[in-house]
Every structure is written in C-alpha cells, then in structure tokens.
C-alpha cells in the first residue's frame, strides 16, 4: 500500500514540476480539483517554491479572533481531543481554522507542531490558496466539501511532504464556518483519516445546533447589539441630546475608544447636521466628511438615522461612517475599472517589441511614472495594463482617460473632481476625479500630448504634492497613485514647440517605453494575423478552410497605418465576407490587395473578370469600391462619419476615396 502510494506520489510531483515550469497540467494524472487549484494558485501569482503562509496575525489580532470564536473553539476542542488520541505519537496534528483560512487551534506532540511551524501552520496563520498555494483548509474553503491533499499535490513545494485531511463545519444555514484538518506525514495518508474527519466536523456541527437552540431568546434579544457591533461600517448611537452612548469596534479602531459620554457634535463637527436628525426625525445618507482619526485625516460617507419609540417620539440616533475608500473600490470593482491584460497578451518577437517588453516588465516591479510612446493603434493601453497587472498594485483599481477624447473644459472635473455647486450643470452632490478613484491603483493618461497646457500646470502639482483639491473645493485629498501616461506624438518637439511643459515632460518621462510601429516588426504581422483568425473566427463561429497564398504577400507589402488595431479590424471584415471560410485577395480591403499582379482569382471573380471583358483587377476592386461608397451614402444619407465607421477608415480616408472616384457630397438620395 505505502510502495504504490509511494509512485503515485512520484507520478503527481513530476506534473507539478512540469506544470510549475511551462503552465500545463498532465490531466490522466492530476485530479480535476488539484488541476483547478493550482491554476488559481498560478493566476493569484503564488511562489511555489516557498515555505507556506506568510500572512500571519499578530498576538493582539489573535486574541480578539479567539476571543470573537470562543463558542466555536470550546466545542470544536472537545472533538479534536478525541481524534488526537487516535493519531497521537503517529507525526499528525489536528487543525481547526475559521472560515477566513486562519488557523485558530492546532493540537499536535511537540516535534510534529515544531515540524509543523517550519511551514508557518501555527495559530494565527492564513491558509487560503492565494497564501498558502493548494492546501486542504485554503481548497475545502473553496470546494466546500470534504477533501484529502497529500505530497506534491499541495502546490508549494515546502509542503510536499505533508498529507492533509480536511472537511467544512457548516451552521445550520450550510454556511461554512470553519474547517477542522488532519496533518501528517504524506506517505502515511490514508482514506480512513478523512473519514474520521468528517464524523468529527458532523458531531461539531450537531454540538452546535444543540447550544444554539439553547441560546436562542437571547441570540434574539441581543441581535440587534450583534449587528452593530460585528458591521464592517463605523457605527455610534447617540441619545436625544447628541450624546454617544455606544460605538462598534470599527468606529473605535478609527475615532478611539473614549468618545463614549462626548457629544456627536464635538466628534464629527457642525457641518454633519446631527442636530436635525434629532430635532426633525429626518434621515440622511452618504453626506461626504473630512475627520482628524487616530489614524489620520479620513474622508467617509456619513449616514445618519433617527431612533423613534413606538409613539413615533425621537429617542436617539444611529450614526454610520463608511470610508469613502471602501466605497470607491466597490465602484471600480463592479464598474469595469481592473486590467484585463498582462504581458503574455502582447504577441509578437520582433526584437524592438521584445525591448519594449523588457523595459515595461522592469518598470512593474518600481513605483517611477512611465510614458509609453507609440503611434495610434499600437497596443500602447495593452502595456499600460500589462505594467498595472505585474505590479504590486495589481489587487487596486485601473482607469484610463483619453486627454484627447475630452472637452478642454472637462478634463479639469475629470482629472480633480467638483464639489457641489462648482459649475453649471454639475452633480448636486460633487463627484470625485479619477486621481481619486484609482488611489491605491493606476492611472492611464492616454494621449497625454493633447492635454491643454493650464491642465499641465495643475497635473505637475498634483503629481508633485500627491494631493487634488476638488474643483470649487478647499478639501484637499491625498491620493496615492502610479502614473502611466501614453502619447503617440514627439513630446520633445511638443516642448520645443511650446505645446507641452519642460518640466512635466521630465516628470512624466521616467521611464520610457517605446512600442514599434506595425510595418517595422516583420513576421510579427503574419504572427498576429494568424492570432486573429482563430481569436476572431471562434468569436463568430467560422473557421478558416483556405487562405490564398497571395494574401500574407499584400499583407506583408501593406503599410498598416493604424497598426495592430487596424489589421485587427481587417481580420474581422475579412472574415464576415468570406466565401464559406475561404479568402482570397478580393476579400481584402482594396488599399491592401491593390497593386499586387500574381493574384489568383476565386471562381466568383474569375466569373466577373470574364463578363467585363478582361478588366483589369485593380479596376474591378475599385468599381466595386466605389459602389460601395455610393451605397453606404444613400443608406446613411450622406453621414461621413457613419460612413467612414463602417468602412473601417477615417473621415479624411473616406473623403478622399470620394475624390478618388468623382463622389460628390451632394449625391442625391432617392
């Protein structure tokens, strides 16, 4: 038993080797809960190599957990008992975690908890897979269900020689909250120990419901105590007078723990209007405030309810406070304000490319501001992300803001802020800018170049002082931001030109990363048209059948003034008019498969040449262009814009295309 437990634990550490160096899993040999683990512990960038948990809490957090779990740790303590004296002098330990992965009470002879500390399983310790890598608490958490982890299946390798057994503790409501695990020796696993694991975590779960249902009148008369002080929101109630009677633990860790017997007013100041809330029995909800805390100058939301008796007379108040930095995590969280790409997105081994690359790697692992430089189309935004991503501040927010796509007037209010009142038309209740938005994360100024030179001035101090005042505000706000600025034009010359600050330049260009242009990376154009044909084709269900030779010829010989972004929407157009998955040349636009006279025709334009006499191709893709255009006219009744969007050019292209073949604006439309 213990010999072919021994190879298959041999076959399992030569996948994890394998995956650990190229990404890929043998699926006959890992079990689908293990492959799916150590792909979440491989996308959360966890060290296989390393020694466990490093997230441990320290004697003051340890005690309030156990104190908060007491209930829970004396029943579970009784059951653990018993299965250590099945296991005792055998090299296993007994653990019980809490529903958060840290670990609260391990039970263990002294070598094997000795054994067992090399690897950070110690009281206060956090096991959940994106610390510890595939582990039994951190995997049963997310499995929800009984499960056996033993050798290289654990996904740091330090941990290889431990097997370990554990199931969830579910309350009456199935809800998890806690998991009780069996550790030892990997090759002294056996079946039987997950087992005792399991009646363990059922007699726990049955204790529990025991002395709930004992406990109940008074879990319901203390409810609404528990409520408040377990919320996530600092919360205080104050009597009829403004007096605060009681505060929760959130509201003390910020405000202090001797505000009790103060008056709301002196604690929050005049400008939050308690005092109506009292006199009025009128509630009020997230009114932005600045406070002076023990752990320093807080901006929060403040909420404010009365408390009536059941004659409707106000008794008291309940006041919330909300970090407005919690809040605005949640916005950028749910509202699309994360990086969707890191550097394994960027196609292409043209050696420029490749350079760029490196730098741009280099540049995640610092905090200096980069500017990226790269004509339009480039994939400038996709660096941008793939820095935010490598960095250490890849868990914040990401948000981008085009300084050319903006009115001169906005990009103030979008970069800063307002307060309420600031200019017409602004929000009653302000808005905060994007600096203050992705504070703790990074901030993509694209097209930087574009920006009006009175904005320059107010970007430099800002970037200088780590502070915005919003517009028509004195608040100031400190904000922590990583700058990344984009630009397709020559800020050098800009500068020399007057259009752009010396001194801004300076600051913004740190570190510089310059992406090279489509037409000069060579085979990279055939590489990423490749890529696009299968991204491309699953996402509109064809597949590519035939693709005619002559094709990657005018793509090659093609300039690609709009760069990746632009033979990217070449892929798609050429794609939607396949001939049942087969291209040819005449499928291509005709600024690209013009001029090239080796074409080997489709059988549907072989027809056409035919009936019009021998034309030549050139002629045939221009005439059939130019009905086109005439047609896309009377559709959209003259609307260039529309037009050249549905070309896939710009306005400039299309008028002169009309030039070109005698179109004139004025076509009338029948």
Known sequence: ??????????????????????????????????????????????????????????????????????????????????????????????ILSDEQGYVIEVMGDHDTLKNASKVNLIQGSNWLEEEGGTNGIGTVLILGKPFQISGPEHYCKRVHTWTCSAAPIFDDNSQIIGVLQMSGPSLAAHQHTLGMIVAATEAIRYQIRIKLRNRELSVLNNSLSNIFQTMSDGAMIIDKHGVICQMNPTSKQVLGEKLIGSSIKDVLGKDSKVDKVLAEGRSYA???????????????????????????????????????????????RFGGAQAMFSFKDIIGHHKGLSAAIQIAYRAASNVSNVLIAGESGTGKELF????????????????????????????????FGYSKGAFTGASPNGRPGKFEMASGGTLLLDEIGDMPLD?????????????????GGDRVIPVDVRIICATHKNLQEEVKNGNFRQDL?????????????????GDDILTLFDHFLKKIGRKLNVSIQYIQPKIRECLVCYDWPGNVRELENVVEKIINVSDRGKIYTEHLPVEIGVGHSNIQLSPSLQASTSVNNGKKIKELLAEKERQVILD???????????????????????????????????????
């Not at 492959?35 to 441990?56: K, T």
């Not at 008992?81 to 296993?92: A, D, I, M, N």
């Not at 904005?455 to 517009?471: D, I, M, Y």
């Not at 549905?646 to 029948?670: C, H, P, Q």
């Open 286 to 332: 997230d009114r932005e405030i600045m406070l002076d805390t023990i752990i320093g100058h807080t901006h929060f939301l403040l909420t404010a309810k009365p408390i009536k008796n059941e004659k409707g007379d106000v008794t008291g108040g309940v006041i919330f406070l909300n970090p407005i930095d919690t809040m605005k995590k949640l916005i950028n």
């Open 384 to 415: 941008a992300q793939a820095i935010h991503n490598q960095s250490y501040r890849r868990k914040g927010p990401f948000l981008a803001l085009n300084c050319a796509a903006l009115p001169r007037d906005l990009i103030a209010s979008e970069l």
């Open 455 to 471: 904005q320059q001035a107010s970007l430099l101090r800002v970037l200088q002082e780590k502070k915005v005042t919003r517009l």
């Open 632 to 670: 896309l006219l009377a559709l959209y009744r003259g609307n260039i814009s529309r037009i050249a969007r549905e070309m896939g050019v710009s306005r400039n292209t299309a008028y002169r295309k009309m030039k070109l073949y005698d179109i004139y604006r004025g076509y009338r439309f029948d």
């Open 505 to 521: 330049y300076y600051r913004l260009n740190v570190v510089l990363v310059s992406v090279p242009p489509l037409r000069n990376r």
């Open 1 to 94: 038993m213990v010999l072919k437990n021994f190879d298959k634990l041999q076959e399992i550490a030569l996948s994890w080797e394998k995956f650990v160096a190229t990404g890929r899993i043998d699926i006959g040999v890992v079990r689908p809960e293990i492959r799916e683990s150590w792909n979440r512990c491989y996308n959360a960038r966890v060290n296989p190599y390393d020694c466990g948990s490093h997230l441990i809490l320290d004697h003051l957090k340890i005690r309030k957990l156990l104190s908060e779990r007491n209930d829970f740790i004396d029943i579970a303590k009784h059951f653990m008992g018993k299965l250590y004296e099945f296991v005792k002098g055998s090299g296993f330990i007994v």
